[in-house]
């Protein structure tokens, strides 16, 4: 049975064909009628010789009443034209989702591939240090400006200390040059003289706030000091990995001196709360947290506090910590005050800290094997605007008039109307990970409505063009909200319990993630777990919690904590 359709070719001119009057122009191409007859044959009634070029691979010259192979041509037809094109839209998101290894194949590819695919970050020529790229460093923009709202709403103030440290200064606390003395990059030289002390690349700025306030700090009526500076550090790692362990990072550095210890104690515990805050509200990450053991604390700390997330291969995350030194670190700079009764009083100090660490968390939480996810509250682009047959008539136009109005209502949006294909821009917007995106094509013109797909789920839902200024907030709303519960079940569902190390073992064999365990507080049974089960140790502390054991896990012998136990990063 022979079939008329219409051929696109290229021309910019339109041309009447013999035997009908079925034209139309398609800028910069132009429709002729064909007969189809079901071969590999197609005979064109062209009046002019025209050069095909649908067909790359098979380019012909045709004339009036000469016959053609078009291979191409012959399968968009057999299959029907809209078939091929979505075979089309197919291949190109195939080729994209083709870069990203599947997430339960190889979870350490995966997560490169993403990083790459996402154009997060690149590695840069110095060893071990990163160059974040927009769509990362974006991210990081919006954490920050979160956390220094938190920050600022319990009286913090943002400074900015010097990136070198003398080396006298860092060898003030010994514990704290023990801790970080393996990490540290070392400035000799300063243009060809070497210098007469040696500057340490911050790791960290303790001392160099000490340093300060040593000098600053008289009375009572100068604390207390609760600063905070963004910045980056310099640690020395051996093994790096993106936005998880590298040795130049971002961060933000919290530094405080009280003059009481409950004071300081309290700012310490409020700095983990809002960490805790901003990973479930903004990052919309669940997590366990907690007192760090002994030997885990950092460097000169008396406590630390520590946000443990959970990854989707059962590994957690140290995400955010909050330390107290108590007076320990001050004394040894000498930071002293004279209080209300003229009395020489010691200070107390507080240190927290939230790196681009998090990113790394939001990638291994949230990312599925099409790409990146991101919450909405912390996605640089929440919505895109992507148009369907934008050659068509008003579609474009009407794109344009959303993307505004978006705009106007405090939206972070953007349009695609490149020239790629509907398919390869619903994989771009997938891949980059931003929640949302709107279809409008001509016939949803027609009906007034926009189609917005929700990148977490897939579920595509109708929306008036009358209300989807206010609509959209409510889809976002809920999609972080549903983002978080899913994280939560998942790390629900992996929390386990263990009594005997035969119950350890096979749990951290056949599962992932955390087991509750008690322990008798000796580092020695903890590195001994550490062996026989392949890399679990403590995470952090259960103290809100009765203990589901009198006995240590290991040794048998009395134990004095219960604690989450599990492999990490």
């Known amino acids: 049975m022979k079939m008329q359709r219409d051929v696109s070719v290229?021309?910019?001119?339109?041309r009447t064909a013999k035997g009908s009057q079925l034209t139309r122009v398609v800028p910069p191409s132009f429709s002729v009628p064909f007969i189809y007859d079901g071969e590999s044959k197609v005979r064109c009634f062209f009046y002019y010789t025209l050069t095909v070029t649908r067909d790359t691979s098979d380019r012909r010259m045709c004339s009036q009443d000469k016959t053609m192979k078009l291979g191409t041509l012959r399968i968009w037809w057999s299959k029907g034209f809209a078939g091929k094109e979505k075979e089309k839209r197919d291949m190109a998101k195939e080729k994209l989702v083709k870069n990203i290894t599947s997430r339960d194949e190889n979870f350490a590819q995966w997560y490169t591939d993403v990083v790459r695919e996402a154009e997060l970050c690149d590695y840069s020529s110095v060893k071990g240090c990163l160059n974040y790229l927009p769509n990362g460093y974006a991210i990081w923009e919006l954490i920050q400006a979160d956390l220094d709202k938190r920050f600022k709403e319990t009286g913090v103030e943002n400074v900015s200390l010097p990136l070198l440290i003398p080396e006298a200064l860092l060898e003030k606390e010994a514990d704290h040059v023990d801790g970080f003395a393996p990490e540290v990059a070392w400035v000799t030289h300063g243009g060809m003289e070497r210098l007469q002390e040696r500057l340490c690349i911050r790791p960290t700025s303790e001392t160099l706030f000490c340093d300060l306030w040593a000098r600053t700090v008289k009375s009572y009526r100068d604390l207390p000091k609760v600063w905070n500076q963004w910045n980056s550090v310099l640690r020395w790692e051996k093994t790096t990995r993106p936005f998880l362990r590298s040795r130049e990072f971002l961060w933000q550095e919290g530094h405080t001196i009280h003059a009481t210890y409950e004071e300081a104690e309290e700012r310490t515990i409020q700095m983990l709360h809002v960490y805790e805050d901003c990973y479930k509200e903004t990052l919309a990450i669940p997590f366990v947290s907690g007192r760090k053991a002994e030997h885990e604390k950092f460097a000169g700390a008396q406590d630390t506090y520590t946000i443990e997330a959970l990854m989707h291969d059962g590994k957690a995350l140290q995400s955010a910590t909050s330390h107290f030194f108590g007076s320990g670190f001050p004394d040894a700079f000498d930071i002293k005050y004279v209080d209300k009764n003229n009395e020489l009083q010691s200070v107390y100090e507080t240190s927290w800290g939230w790196s681009t660490r998090s990113i790394g968390a939001l990638i291994m939480v949230h990312g599925d094997d099409d790409g990146l996810v991101l919450p909405p509250h912390v996605a640089p682009v929440e919505c895109r605007v992507i148009p369907i047959a934008q050659h068509k008539e008003g579609v474009l136009d009407k794109s344009y008039a959303l993307l505004d109005e978006l705009k106007k209502a405090g939206y972070r949006v953007k349009i695609d109307d490149s020239e790629k294909s509907p398919g390869w821009k619903?994989?771009?917007?997938?891949?980059?990970?931003i929640p949302t995106r709107?279809?409008?094509?001509?016939?949803?013109?027609?009906k007034n409505q926009v189609i917005v797909v929700r990148r977490d789920t897939r579920e595509k839902i109708v929306v008036s063009m009358d209300e989807i200024a206010v609509k959209l907030r409510d889809i976002l709303e809920t999609m972080q909200q549903d983002m978080y519960d899913r994280a939560n079940d998942?790390?629900?569902?992996?929390?386990?319990?263990a009594v005997t190390m035969d119950e350890m073992t096979e749990k951290f064999t056949k599962n992932r993630g955390f087991v509750k365990a008690c322990w008798c507080g000796d580092p020695e049974c903890e590195g001994e777990v550490k062996y026989v089960t392949g890399g679990a140790a403590t995470r952090c502390l259960i103290e809100d919690e009765d203990m589901i054991s009198d006995k240590c896990i290991w040794c048998g012998k009395p134990a004095k904590h219960m604690a989450y136990w599990g492999k990490s990063y």
Request: proline letters at 3%; a negative charge; aromatic letters at 6%.
């Open 438 to 446: 709107i279809e409008i094509g001509p016939k949803d013109l027609e």
């Open 490 to 497: 998942f790390l629900k569902s992996h929390i386990d319990t």
């Open 426 to 433: 619903f994989s771009e917007q997938e891949m980059l990970g």
């Open 10 to 14: 290229n021309g910019d001119k339109e």
